[in-house]
């Protein structure tokens, strides 16, 4: 297998900036027409309830939620493992005419789904570029994802977002994947 580190990993402490990162890579890349999906926080009142999946092409899905039933539990939330399953299902991850996946994110909540293990190991063993979020802790399957030698791992922070948009974009322009217009997405803030 080509050892080329077209696995881009971005970690860091909940509410650093990772979704954000991942929707101005998104646009960024939008040339390259990537399939995948983000999750962004289900708020009721001001309150955070779950977590809500929206693929690139702007389907949703439950992920999460304080008021559904489910024996799958992180923290107060509780895990729809079918809807998180139908929703991946939905996404053309396999399709040879992608190039560019994107996953926000590798977490404890997706890995209780075997259906998402398994896409997530063929994802990442493919020759598809990968550029994903990875819970900043965690065993199991999150602990050897970060380990795996195609694997570059940016850990973000508030200071240094910026420059982690930046360094993921040369690290694929290195690797003659062309990005378009990197300059015009980071002003839009």
Sequence with gaps: MNLTKKNLLITGLPGVGKTTLIKKLSEALKSFYPVGFYTEE???RGERKGFELISLEGKKALLSHKDIRSPYKVGQY????????DFIDSISFSNPSTHLI??????KMECFSDRFK???KEIL???KWVIATIALKGIGLIAEVKERKDVTLFEITKKNRDIVFREILN???RSNVKCQSSHEVMNRR
């Design 78 to 85: 509780n895990v729809d493992i079918k809807s998180f399953e």
């Design 118 to 120: 398994k896409l997530l």
């Design 42 to 44: 289900i708020r009721e």
């Design 125 to 127: 063993d493919s020759e």
């Design 102 to 107: 994107i996953i926000d994110e590798i977490g």
């Design 171 to 173: 690290s694929m322009e």
